[in-house]
């Protein structure tokens, strides 16, 4: 009988958090702590010399199964067994969203013997950073809606023409579609508006890709807000809401030290959704990582094809980040998945469908390639794998030039990794590596979207419905054609079709419409339908969830 990630978590010995500073030669005086186990971390340990003699290592995945493949658990366990190998390293992370939590995965801070604690902490509301991001994005709502009311000081702004919207970190499909102003002239002007859950809030993105203060109020006075009756665009700026919003995140901006199981640094930080924005950890979190430790290991979000692909095309540009390594994480369960099998069958070993299936591992190799690297294949341990299973993807790795490690820190944390630590530092030190963007961000916008759909997704082609077409040309106007695109589209498919699974051939995508994240700096094509307000499952993960008399907390996994 295993353990739950919560049972292993309680029964952990937790450090102190002066004690992993010191690991890292931090200055007890340069920590803000909340509580004994949490700590912020000044912008001023970042080093731009240190940074340069580090090694940055990407952890992302295949397209997943929807219980995911676990990138956090590989990510925490192969910076566990760098340490063990001799090597000075941390992991720097994103942190869980509450929605998540409560809804589908029931928490989000590794697995089994990887895991970063406090568990409960983390998962919960953690040091108020999501809290914060929710303050200065609804601060912004308010201050639109009081501007639209108000006829002196007026902006003339038209109220059918605004496109930002509240956020909460809840899952709440109720909160969508609203109608906001009911009640009389009193209470605003009636219109339409909905909630975000805050993880893709662009306030959210515009943190995560801050350097500094500075720059921060810049990206906040860029968001766009909607245009005037007379069709001059407006900004956060024009309300100047930029002051007050850094304010609030005067907290928020710095990264968040804690550990892991076996009492390594992990930094946590941000949490953009990587199909809607860059599904990256700030750049002001790795850069600190990178200032302190020779070796940092960080992931992004979903599959490759998204949080690898925005990592790679948006977020390492803006940070002026190059990373040494991929490691690309694999399971057993989700060939099988790729290769046929349905969701009663992930768990029965079956040759036939992992076969087939790994051609999906196979495109995304071929992707990593495409930006100048030679992954580490992770193969995340089940317990239901098969021995024949894991040395055919071996093997079938080794022909295409990429070593394939069995990776077992879910069961056995830092031990269950040095293998796959080993083939990594090998990697880095053999120099075969050499990181380059997909594409020039000066090219058009068309461009750019059929480079990311035809060499990333395998696309024959990309189409545009009328709305978007429109919208392209609003884009262009406003000069916002020279930012990178982010591309929102489903986790479960190279396609934006999630039931094609595998490795989709002959097919086109359809881009149904634009939105823009001026501030965040890139331009946002939305391919199939994508929802920034997620909803809760059936059974809500919520619902063995529970605290007693003690404090004692259950059900968080």
Known sequence: MYLSDLEIAQRAIIRPIQEIAAKLSIDQNDLELYGKYKAKLPLKLIDEQKIAKSNLILVTAINPTPAGEGKTTVSIGLSDGLNKIGKKSIVVLREPSLGPVFGMKGGAAGGGYSQVIPMVDINLHFTGDFAAIEKANNLLSALIDNNIQNTRNSLNIDPRTVVWKRVMDMNDRALRHIIIGVGGSANGILREDGFNITPASEVMAILCLSKDFDDLKTR??????????????????????????????????QPNLVQTLEGNPAILHGGPFANIAQGTNSIIAT????????????EAGFGADLGAEKFLDIKCPYGGLKPKAIVLVATIRALRHHGGAKKDEYNTPNHGFVEKGFENLEKHIENCKKFGFTPVVALNKFPTDSPEECAFVQEKCAAMGVKAVVADGWANGGNGTTDLAQAVVDVIGSGQNAYRQLYDWSLPIEDKIKTIATEIYGADSVEYAAKAKTQLKTIKTLGFDNLPVCIAKTQKSFSDNETRVGRPRGFSITVREFEFAAGAGFVIPIVGDIMRMPGLPVVPASEGMDIDNEGNVTGLS
């Open 220 to 253: 906040l006075g860029n968001i766009f807000v909607g245009f005037t009756f007379d069709k001059k665009p407006v900004f956060a700026r024009d309300l100047k809401a930029q002051g007050a919003m850094a304010l609030l995140l005067k907290d928020a901006i």
């Open 287 to 298: 850069k600190t990582g990178l200032s302190l430790a020779d070796y940092v290991v960080t």
